[in-house]
Nanobody, 118 residues
Framework: QVYLVESGGGSVQAGGSLRLSCKAP???????????KGWYRQAPGKQRELVAA???????RYADFVKGRFTIASDNSRKTVSLQMNSLKPEGTGGYYC?????????WGQGTQVSVSS
């Protein structure tokens, strides 16, 4: 099984920032590089939804509700994908999950909790 380690979640005030990281320490570098990567959010009582994704050409896409505030980046040499989150809003509260690979065959991290207070 794919082993993904997420970190960086926490509790912040509205307007604050967090940086999430997702590492694949057991994965061969070439395999990590060959997969698209993404970050998803699951708010309480809601379905998991895409926040940001980055492809093999380092082209990033963002959900409308985070554009201009979040930045996704992939460091293939360190087998790490990060999500810099600025200007956080209370609506951003939820579990954040990294995903390696696209579609139903992708692998998920364990999730990290983000709580944004008013």
């Amino acid at each position: 099984q794919v082993y993904l380690v997420e970190s960086g979640g926490g509790s912040v005030q509205a307007g604050g920032s967090l940086r999430l990281s997702c590492k694949a320490p057991r994965m061969i570098t070439s395999v990590f590089r060959s997969n698209i990567k993404g970050w998803y959010r699951q708010a309480p009582g809601k379905q998991r939804e895409l926040v940001a994704a980055i492809n093999l050409d380092d082209e990033a896409r963002y959900a409308d509700f985070v554009k201009g505030r979040f930045t996704i980046a992939s460091d293939n040499s360190r087998k790490t994908v990060s999500l810099q989150m600025n200007s956080l809003k209370p609506e951003g509260t939820g579990g954040y999950y990294c995903k390696l690979g696209g579609g139903d065959s992708g692998s998920w991290g364990q999730g990290t909790q983000v709580s944004v207070s008013s």
